[in-house]
């Protein structure tokens, strides 16, 4: 026994102490170690609920750093829901009534969204069994309960998830049937053909090659096309291949193809997607690109321009050919250094050529100056010069400037050539400038001439249809008084009675119609501001009785204000609305909508972010008899109609008011139309007018 304890003491020296201690200190690293790197969140609760340690696993769930979590408690982040149950498992732990306990909790992160964890809590305790802190490990199961959500749903969502991939296999078959390239899609290692769209069809010559291999159905292509689809379909690497040459109907024809597998639900490939789009023409444009850049450099030639390339750290310059050709020198004949070239200059140009050069380089604006040149037969030749930085150092310093040089020799002595005739121009512009005021004075004239012309012309119309009611008028009273007294005498002559009047009638009615259309002009009211809504409701008004008798409808939408005279709008759009309902098709109850848009002046201010509004743009649309296009341009004739009298009433002339009245706003009208569909009318109005027309004849 005394040895026993003995050997015990002796064996508790320091060295073994040390060890021990090396030993826990490794435990703790490794702790800490496993604590940090956990893929779930692990944290070290005080009693109260502060947090003493976390992970960064644990930061990462909840959005806070690990500082902004020691200063704070977990019943802070808990959601209400779920703190009391939290804190009941808590008291049933430090109670020791449970050694641990898990539960589905929700915390609030950070940014204030809500994230579901499984919360798994120990406590941990001395030697002496009194309780220390709670180990706490977190794990985001937030994806887990939202697929316990989905499940729950699952079969309705399946069943929608079948309707939208319908609607999807649906859109894209109809997105490959109006794609612009050639697509095509290929089933199983023989490639057969499930689907081509009609720019594939063309490309194969419309063959029947449906449900049929690719090998039977194209057996006169490129044995390599199949050999493709085949690798493809095999290694499931897509093979895109670019500017491929293909001969279409015996023409050449380049293709950029995509040949890309798909697979089916197990990712197992089961077919080819083959896209092709054709590229022939920037395969061409490409090649014309490097035939102009060859007759560019030809042009060089014979233009008798030369490059340049100038190292200014070393000082060394290389002329092109063309270039040394402009200093008289054969090809290679220039030394290639700064002061070769300075030699060439003539003396009377170095300085100016020279100083335009140094303001290139220090950062002004690039080089670009006009010198002579004295060749080695010692002939003198103009030269413009001009080049660009196109390197600097760290520093900012220049490094290589390029540029050109153009034989301007031609052109200087052509200026000389216009200094002597500035004379001549000068004097010959003197005596133009007189004829021009001359013929500014006979234009004025001839303008107030035809001022008058219109004039007269207005008061004509106006007169002439004055006139034209009186005899009218005779006409029928006449006619009348005749029945009155000797009706019962006429016998068969009472016929030609009612077509007489019939026809007083109705040339009273387009006396009046002519009387309407000239005072779109002579009896015109300033431009105001007018609100469309109130001028088109007013119209629906006043065709009430025709609506109810056609049973038809109008739908006017929402309308801008604008400037414009208030009855002439009046007038155009009962017109316009009347015609939909007189036009419209038997047992068909007449609808007629009425809808504005807003467009900017220009079609480049229409693409700014918040364009000005500047046109009124009108649509009136029927679903009435419509007419025949290829008659467009008779519709708005005065008198000229497309329907017999007897079936329509009317003398023709309401579309010619309207167009005259939307001329006289500076508007434009269109329409469109389709027999038996209905007819749209497009009226476009400025919004405001900065000068308006007077008008002073008054009847």
Same mark, same amino acid.
């Given at each position: 026994m005394t040895q026993n304890m003995h050997t015990s003491s002796s064996q508790e020296d320091p060295g073994s102490i040390s060890q021990l201690q090396n030993n826990v200190r490794q435990a703790e690293r490794r702790f800490q170690a496993v604590f940090d790197q956990a893929a779930v969140g692990m944290a070290l609760v005080s009693l109260d609920g502060q947090w003493l340690q976390v992970n960064q696993k644990l930061c990462d769930i909840l959005g806070y750093t690990r500082l902004e979590l020691r200063h704070m408690t977990f019943q802070n982040i808990t959601h209400p829901d779920d703190l009391d149950a939290d804190l009941a498992y808590v008291q049933q732990l430090l109670a020791d009534e449970i050694e641990t306990y898990a539960m589905d909790k929700r915390y609030f992160r950070k940014d204030g969204s809500l994230v579901w964890a499984h919360l798994t809590v120990s406590l941990a305790r001395d030697k002496t069994e009194a309780a220390q802190y709670f180990i706490s490990v977190v794990e985001d199961i937030t994806e887990r309960k939202r697929l316990e959500e989905a499940l729950y749903e699952q079969q309705e969502a399946t069943r929608q998830m079948a309707e939208k991939a319908e609607a999807e296999r649906r859109r894209l078959y109809e997105l490959f049937t109006q794609a612009p390239a050639?697509?095509?899609?290929? =089933?199983? +290692?023989q490639h057969t053909f499930e689907f081509a769209n009609e720019h594939y069809r063309r490309l194969v010559a419309n063959r029947d090659f449906l449900h049929k291999p690719v090998r039977e159905a194209l057996p006169d292509y490129d044995p390599h096309f199949f050999e493709l689809l085949d690798t493809v379909y095999t290694t499931g690497k897509p093979y895109i291949g670019k500017e491929v040459l293909v001969y279409n109907g015996g023409q050449e024809s380049y293709f950029d193809f995509v040949y890309q597998p798909t697979r089916n639900t197990l990712s197992k490939i089961d077919g080819i997607l083959v896209h092709a789009v054709e590229v022939t023409e920037k395969v061409h444009a490409r090649e014309n690109i490097k035939k102009s850049e060859q007759r560019l450099q030809l042009a060089q030639r014979v233009g008798r321009i030369g490059t340049f390339e100038w190292n200014i750290p070393s000082n060394k310059i290389i002329w092109t050919p063309?270039?040394?050709? &402009? %200093?008289?020198? +054969?090809?290679?004949?220039?030394?290639?250094? %700064?002061?070769?070239?300075?030699?060439?200059? /003539? +003396?009377?140009?170095?300085? #100016?050529?020279e100083e335009n050069l140094q303001r290139a380089m220090a950062g002004g604006p690039p080089y670009n100056v006009e010198f002579r040149v004295i060749w080695p037969d010692g002939t003198t030749h103009w030269l413009r010069g001009m080049g660009e930085i196109i390197s600097y150092d760290d520093q900012g310093r220049p490094q290589d400037m390029v540029g050109i040089n153009i034989d301007i020799t031609g052109r200087k002595e052509t200026e000389q050539q216009l200094v002597d005739m500035a004379q001549e121009l000068q004097d010959f512009a003197s005596m133009l400038e007189d004829r021009v005021n001359q013929r500014t004075e006979a234009l004025n004239q001839a303008n107030?001439?035809? $001022? !008058? @012309?219109? =004039?007269?012309?207005?008061?004509?119309? %106006?007169?002439? @249809? /004055?006139? &034209? =009611?009186? +005899?009218?008028?005779?006409?029928q009273s006449f006619g009348n008084l005749l029945e009155e007294d000797h009706g019962k005498e006429l016998g068969s002559g009472k016929m030609y009675l009612d077509r007489m !009047? $019939?026809? #007083?009638?109705?040339?009273?009615? &387009?006396?009046?119609?002519?009387l309407t259309f000239s005072r779109v002009t002579t009896k015109a009211l300033p431009f105001s501001t007018i609100d469309l809504n109130q001028i088109a409701q007013e119209v629906v008004d006043d065709l009430?009785? $025709?609506? $109810?008798?056609? =049973?038809g409808t109008v739908e006017i939408g929402q309308l801008p204000t604008i400037q414009a005279d208030p009855v002439q709008m009046r007038q155009m759009l009962q017109n316009l609305i009347g015609n939909g309902l007189k036009f419209h098709q038997r047992d068909v109850p007449p609808v007629i909508t009425v809808s504005a848009e807003l467009l900017p002046a220009t079609e480049e201010e229409g693409q700014a972010e918040n364009p000005a509004p500047a046109y009124c743009q009108l649509t009136i649309k029927d679903n009435g008899i419509g007419f025949d296009e290829k008659y467009l341009d008779r519709i708005f004739i005065v008198f000229q109609r497309l329907h017999g009298k007897g079936q329509y009433e009317g003398t023709g002339i309401g579309l010619a008011v309207v167009r005259k009245i939307i001329e006289r706003h500076e508007g434009t009208i269109n329409a469109s139309s389709t027999l038996g569909e209905g007819s749209t009318f497009v009226v476009t109005l400025p919004i405001s007018h900065a000068t308006q027309q007077e008008y002073t004849y008054d009847e």
């Open positions: 050639f697509i095509c899609l290929l =089933q199983g +290692p063309e270039l040394e050709a &402009l %200093y008289g020198l +054969p090809a290679g004949g220039f030394e290639g250094r %700064y002061e070769n070239w300075t030699q060439r200059i /003539h +003396p009377d140009d170095i300085a #100016a050529t107030k001439e035809l $001022q !008058r @012309s219109n =004039q007269e012309l207005q008061e004509f119309a %106006y007169v002439a @249809s /004055h006139d &034209l =009611q009186e +005899p009218l008028r005779k006409i !009047r $019939q026809a #007083a009638a109705r040339m009273q009615v &387009l006396i009046n119609d002519l009430e009785v $025709q609506i $109810q008798t056609t =049973q």
